[in-house]
């Protein structure tokens, strides 16, 4: 089994930055050689891919955040970042992070994210 946990969502301002973190644990193998997404999903809203970075290291992002999301990993510590920054109310919702290994995909618990003066 696979363990995907969020951390680092909040409240902030417009116009404020936050990373996320997903830190992955349990049977991984070689993390470097997933994929892993964060996706969110705002009330009333469907879950929406936000970013995506493939094994080696290519990087995809919804059209409403690029320039604004950076999307990361950390092989050695089995961690996916996004950065954010410029944000504004319509990126208010909870992120979750996606794994997919051989044909399985795991998700954590979700993490949230409130823009708001």
């Known amino acids: 089994q696979v363990q995907l946990v969020e951390s680092g969502g909040g409240l902030v301002q417009p116009g404020g930055s936050l990373r996320l973190s997903c830190a992955a644990s349990?049977?991984?193998?070689?993390?470097?050689?997933?994929?892993m997404g964060w996706y969110r999903q705002a009330p009333g809203k469907q879950r929406e891919l936000v970013a995506v970075?493939?094994?080696?290291?290519?990087?995809n992002y919804a059209d409403s955040v690029k320039g604004r999301f950076t999307i990361s990993r950390d092989n050695a510590k089995n961690t996916v970042y996004l950065q954010m920054s410029s944000l504004n109310s319509e990126d208010t919702a909870v992120y979750y992070c996606?794994?997919?290994?051989?044909?399985?995909?795991?998700w954590g618990q979700g993490t949230q994210v409130t823009v708001s003066s």
């Open positions: 349990g049977s991984i193998f070689i993390f470097s050689m997933y994929t």
């Open positions: 996606k794994l997919d290994r051989a044909g399985n995909t795991y």
């Open positions: 970075i493939f094994s080696g290291g290519r990087t």
